[in-house]
């Protein structure tokens, strides 16, 4: 009888987890054009539900760029794109063997349909990657995360327009070839199926360029999967050593009572959750789409060639995930309802719901898995000797690594975990600095202000310890 392991592989990804947007700054230097996320706007002080960038109009574009005194955290970050050697020394001496970042896309081709890449921005990541290499830390590189090229929005209606999937093959062709011999690991979409929190940021479509919205979302998510099916084609032609991924935002639904209604609400809200990896891992558009597109009146172009391009499949999974939601039978999602613990935002830490879903993209897929997001943000402050007391994320981290221990147990064949954030960095959907998820402490606040200092937390020797010890200590 074989006998499941109960301990992380040897060769196991510790690791830790950026976006180019949240972190880089320099939003106007190195030949950088204007990216989505360089509008997003401070909204820390609104309510969780108004935070997320969810739909914006070319009216409401303009405005943010006209804005004189709004606050843009993101086009300032961290600074990383002039500090990176030192924060990916303290990322190195930490233990990390493995950095999960992306590339900007207006880095590359700051309008998006440019004839030519930026040079200036195409040695910045080589740069980027060579340091990484110097400490033997291994690049996981997502390709899109958040970062399209304004204009592609403003001028090409974002992913709802094909042309798109002619830019962004274009993008990662460039990008491919240039790093061939340093990058082995691909991500090629960051939660691609946020089309709902993140639906501006993620698609770029102005919501007053088309006249019904939930159409372009799906056609825009159809032109996106059929370039990433052209990306992967490109990609293994360059060097078939490539290992590319599908990346999704975990986001399935548990009953809310146990009646055959809520199941079934359940069953489709996770369909829909599944599609994209479906389409990716599987090579086809599922039969529970067309039933989607039928009943909701969605005209959805697709050609014979798109037929062709999604048969090229993904090597691995990857997803996020950060809590829980429960569904009724009306199909509403209620988030954390059945967690009592949750932090300032409102999230529920829910351990044990990363052990299910690792055990349902495993039993559904069979590829390997990296969890490529798992954190907490929390407020923070350095106290008068400089220190950082985070047991709370120190427990935070310690309940998740022991199921994910559980799942490899389980016969999961999980290969990789990178913490959200190991350096603090601008929020994704509030765009505040303060709240933290980092091991490292930035000595910056919602406003940029403050020294940038790097402050090292007690979780940083915790985390140390652990990747030392392959996951076996978590005291």
Known sequence: MKKNVNSFPKNFFWGGAVAANQLEGAYQEGGKGLCIADINEFKGNLPPEKRSNKELSSVEVEQLLNKKDGVFPKRYGIDFYHTYKEDIQLLAEMGINSFRTSINWARIFPNGDDLQPNEEGLKFYDDLFDELLKYQIEPLITISHYEMPLNIAMKYDGWYNRQTIEMFTKYCETIFKRYKDKVKYWILVNQINLIEFESFNHLGIPSDHVDNLMEAKYQGIHNELVACGRAIKIGKEINPEFQIGAMTYYAN???????????????????????????????????????????????????????????????????????????????????????????????????????????????????????????????????????????????????????????????????????????????????????????????????????????????????????????????
């Open 253 to 475: 639904a548990f009953p809310e009572v146990g009646s055959s209604e809520n199941m079934l609400a359940a069953l489709k809200q996770n369909q829909l959750q599944y599609y994209y990896t479906d389409v990716e891992v599987r090579g086809y558009i599922p039969s529970y789409m067309y039933r989607f597109y039928e009943d909701n009146n969605l005209n959805i172009e697709i050609t014979d060639q798109d037929i062709e391009d999604l048969k090229n499949t993904v090597d691995f999974i990857s997803f996020s995930y950060y809590y829980t939601m429960n569904i009724n039978s009306q199909g509403e999602t209620i988030p954390n309802s059945h967690i009592n613990t949750k932090n300032e935002w409102g999230w529920g830490i829910d351990a044990v719901g990363l052990r299910l879903a690792l055990n349902e993209y495993y039993d559904r897929y069979q590829l390997p898995i990296m969890i490529t997001e798992n954190g907490m943000g929390f407020y923070e402050k350095i106290d008068e000797n400089g220190k950082i007391h985070d047991k709370y994320r120190e427990a935070f981290f310690r309940a998740h690594i022991e199921q994910m221990k559980e799942a490899i147990h389980d016969g999961v064949e999980l290969i990789g975990y990178y913490p959200w954030g190991p350096i603090d960095l601008v929020s994704c959907s509030s765009s505040e600095m303060e709240k933290r998820y980092g091991f490292i402490y930035v000595d910056l606040d919602n406003n940029h202000q403050g020294s940038a200092k790097r402050y090292i937390k007690d979780s940083y020797y915790w985390y140390k310890k652990v990747i030392e010890s392959n996951g076996e200590n978590l005291e």
